[in-house]
Structures are given as structure tokens and as C-alpha cells.
């Protein structure tokens, strides 16, 4: 917080392309971060943009978690990284605001988590998704091979079952937006 202000108050603005996907994906501690402006606004004199919100909610993550801000950035990098995967495979932009992407997004992360953490899941649904959802399953693998490459760890195949059900969700409510 003592960084931010001083870059405030130096005039020095930082971007951060994670904004969008912090404020979906940390939303808690983003509404937490969101308290300090008016604080800041009056004892300061400064207003904190949403960029340096979206990275004191990574401190604020990070602490509730007891783990490293840059844990918090890799996984909001790691999803960014699926959601703009999975829109390339579709065609289709996910909406920000959607509940779908919300599901997805949150989806995404609980399943970096276990990769990172090597945690599996117990029941496969990959035979019946690659038979029902063909395109959403190799949609699904392709996604789930750019996470394990990316975070440099094994991804359990049983995740891409799970990723398909949720990209063909994501896909079939884009569709009736």
C-alpha cells in the first residue's frame, strides 16, 4: 500500500492487464481494496485507480491465503491465459459480466489450484463428455495442455472432462445471450 501511494503521489501510474480478471476472480478482497479509496481520498488526497486496486486485492489475497502475491498473479495469469485460449478455440468473446464466465473463470482456477497443489479429482467424465461434446472435449485438452505447460507442472487428464462441461455451459449461454 506504501508503494502505491508513493507512485500516486510521484504521478507514476502503473497498468495492470489483470484488472478485469482480479475484480472477477478475487472479488472479495477487490471490494476490500475498493474501502481504502475513500480513506485515501480524504487523509491523502489521492484517488487510487483501478489498475493499483487490482494489486493491492493480489496483497490482500495473499495474506488472507498466507502465500506469495506472485502465487495470486500466476493464477490470475493462468486463467487469463485459458479464457483467452478458449475464446481463440470458439470465435466467441466471453462476456466479462456473464454468469458464465464468472463459472468458468472460477472453474479454471479451483482446477490451476489442484494442479499446482498435484490434487486429483475421483470420478473421470472424460469418455462421456469426448462422446457427447466432441469439440468442447478438444477444446478442453488443449486448454488443460497449455495450463501444465505454462505453470510448468502435471495436469491429471480427469480435469479435461470437467473443463468441457464447462466450456460447452459457457458455450450454450453465450449462444442464447
Known amino acids: 500500500m506504501e508503494y502505491a501511494i508513493k507512485r500516486i503521489q ?26 481504502i479509496v475513500p480513506m485515501l481520498e ?9 489498475d493499483e486496486l487490482g494489486y493491492i486485492a493480489l496483497h490482500i489475497c495473499s495474506a488472507i491465503e498466507d502465500a506469495k502475491v506472485s502465487d495470486a498473479m500466476q493464477m490470475a495469469q493462468a486463467v487469463r491465459d485459458c479464457i483467452e485460449l478458449l475464446e481463440n478455440e ?15 473463470m472460477n472453474h479454471i482456477r479451483y ?5 499446482i497443489a498435484g490434487e486429483k479429482l475421483k470420478v473421470n467424465m472424460n469418455d462421456y463428455m469426448s ?26 487428464e480427469v480435469e479435461i472432462g470437467y473443463l468441457a462441461m464447462h466450456v ?5 449461454e453465450e449462444q442464447e445471450d
Open 168 to 172: 460447452e455451459r459457457t458455450a450454450e
Open 42 to 50: 480524504e487523509k491523502k488526497h489521492i484517488t487510487i485507480h483501478e
Open 90 to 104: 470458439t470465435g466467441h468473446k466471453i462476456s466479462i459480466m456473464s454468469l458464465s464466465y464468472n463459472r468458468l
Open 10 to 35: 510521484n504521478k507514476e501510474e502503473i497498468s495492470n492487464p489483470l484488472t478485469a480478471d482480479i475484480q472477477v476472480l478475487f472479488h472479495m478482497e477487490y471490494k476490500i481494496a475498493q474501502q
Open 131 to 156: 462422446v457427447k461434446f466432441p469439440k468442447s472435449s478438444q477444446i478442453a485438452k488443449k486448454v488443460c495442455s497449455q495450463i501444465a505447460h505454462n505453470l510448468n507442472c502435471e495436469m491429471d
Open 111 to 115: 482446477m490451476v489450484a489442484r494442479a
